[in-house]
Every structure is written in C-alpha cells, then in structure tokens.
C-alpha cells in the first residue's frame, strides 16, 4: 500500500478511529493511577507502612532487626513424655526470657521532662 | 432558597465558632513561661521524638517478631501434641486464643501511637507551641495504651508457663 493510498483511507476514519491508540495509552496510564493509589491506601491502612523499615528515617536501626528465621520451634507431632516436655520448657523459657527481660514502650522516655517541656517552676522563671 | 442560605450561614458559624474555641482553649491552657519553654527546647524535643520513633519501629519489628515466634511456634504445636495425644490441654489452649487476640490487640495499638506520633513529628513545635504539646499528650496516651497491651501479653506469656508447668507436673504425677 502506498502513502498516497494510506493518506487517503486515512481522511475517511472518524474522530475515534484515529485517535484510539491514543485513548488507548490514556486509559492505561488512568488505570496504572488508580491501581497505584489502592496499593498505597493498603499499604498505609494496612499496617504494613509502620513496619516497612525500609522507608526514610529508619536507616540507623535497620540493620537491628532480629533474624528468627533459624528459630525451628517446637515439634507438633510426636510423644509426650518427660523428655519432650523438658524440651518445650527449655525452649519456651529462652523465648519468655526474651520477651519479659525489657520493658518495652515505656512512659519515661515521652514525659515532659525528658523532652524539655515541662512547665517551668518559679525558681526557672 | 433563603432558607438554605440561612442553615449554611449558621453552620458555618457553629464551625468557625468550634475551631476558634479550640485553637483558644489550646493557647489559654499554657502560660506564656511554659510556651516560651517549649519554643527554646523545640529542636531538641522534635530530635528526641525522632530517634524514638525509629527506635520504636524497631522495637515493634523485633517484638513482633518474638510474639508471632512464641504463638505459632511454641505454643500451637505444644498444644497441637498434647491433642494429638488425647491429654487434656484446654486450659493451655484457651490462654494460646486469648494471647492471639492480644497480640492483635498490640498491633492495632501500635498502629494508633504511629500514626499520632507521625502527625506530632509534622507540627512546628516553634510556631505552634500548644498544638504540639497537646499532640505530645495524645502521643503519651496512646503510647501507654501500646504498654499495657504489652504487659498482658507478658501475664498471658506467664500463665501459659504456669498451666504448662501445671500440665506438667500432672503428667508427671499420671505417669507415676
């Protein structure tokens, strides 16, 4: 087909015709957006936001987070006896130890002294 | 057409008037001396406010970690065995339920103090004083609610050692 042949079969399209790629692209960007926007509203809505350490501001403490990837756990399956509950009691001692040696959240930290802005008494005035 | 122009008028004094009452009950509720104080020691509170906020997020990581560990493996297939080995393990399996519900309880309140600690992180401590000392004291609230649900999770951590040492010690006294 030649150029002459396309410009003329191309004066015969209409409005739709020739712009549909066009459209096309438009309504993929639009979609990409939108779809874009539902995955940052579940990401933040979620909870995931506030354990994604990989976000600005958390560089210092990133390289902190604990691997428990080689923690195995306790087997589901087998006999009870002495033997196995000794194993489960060495086991879960390790880990109450962990969770129970810190106190964590604590007030102290967040308290008006600790920030600098307690009310000043008379003396400080 | 009057009639919806009046309602709107009179909403938005009811607006304006609640805003305004807000913005003044926030300033009248401090001394100029604390204002002041607060303005002088804002860097190095919003500084400190910062470092805990990464260091919380580390803590929740890491917490989390610990707490999920315990749950599902430790607990589940403590009390998956004692089944599978037709004893009785009720006890042990309801503080399993109640400690799953807690540890839910714990990340929905994390998720509250992070989010009210990331909106007082916004405020400008020097331009605006009582707001972010208002907004510290919502932040301290919620970062206590987020402590006592870390306090029942370590008395329900307690009591399943307590029923197991219990489950053990009849085990102990049945196979005698």
């Known amino acids: 087909m030649s150029e002459e042949e396309l410009i003329a079969e191309a004066e015969h399209l209409n409005a739709w015709q020739r712009h549909k790629f066009m459209v096309l692209v438009g309504l993929t960007i639009a979609l990409s957006l939108v779809l874009v926007s539902v995955s940052l509203w579940l990401y933040n809505t979620s909870g995931a936001a506030q354990l994604d350490l990989s976000r600005p501001g958390y560089q210092s403490v990133r390289d902190q987070v604990g691997q428990d990837t080689d923690f195995e756990g306790y087997a589901s399956s087998g006999v009870i006896d002495e033997a196995a509950l000794d194993e489960f009691r060495k086991l879960y001692d390790e880990q109450l130890e962990r969770a129970t040696a810190v106190e964590s959240f604590g007030g102290s930290v967040m308290s008006n002294e600790a920030l600098g802005i307690d009310a000043p008494t008379a003396q400080t005035q | ?176």
Do not use: W
């Open chain 2, 1 to 176: 057409m009057n009639r919806l122009l009046v309602a709107l008028s009179f909403f938005a004094v009811l607006l304006f008037g609640a805003v305004a009452s807000q913005a003044v009950h926030a300033q009248s509720a401090l001394s100029e001396q604390h204002l002041q104080r607060i303005r002088q020691n804002c860097v190095t509170a919003q500084t400190a406010l910062n470092q805990l906020h990464a260091s919380d997020a580390l803590l929740r990581v890491n917490r989390g970690q610990l707490y999920e560990n315990i749950s599902t493996k430790l607990m589940a297939p403590l009390n998956s065995r004692i089944a599978l080995n037709r004893h009785e393990g009720l006890k042990l399996a309801a503080t399993t339920l109640e400690y799953d519900r807690q540890t839910d309880v714990f990340r929905s309140s994390y998720k509250d103090y992070e989010e009210s600690m990331s909106r007082l992180l916004q405020i400008n401590c020097a331009e605006q004083p009582a707001e972010f000392y208002e907004s510290v004291q919502e932040t301290r609230e919620k970062r206590q609610r987020l402590h006592e649900d870390t306090e029942t999770l370590t008395m329900l951590l307690r009591a399943y050692k307590t029923e197991f040492e219990d489950f053990s010690s009849d085990f102990g006294g049945g196979a005698e």
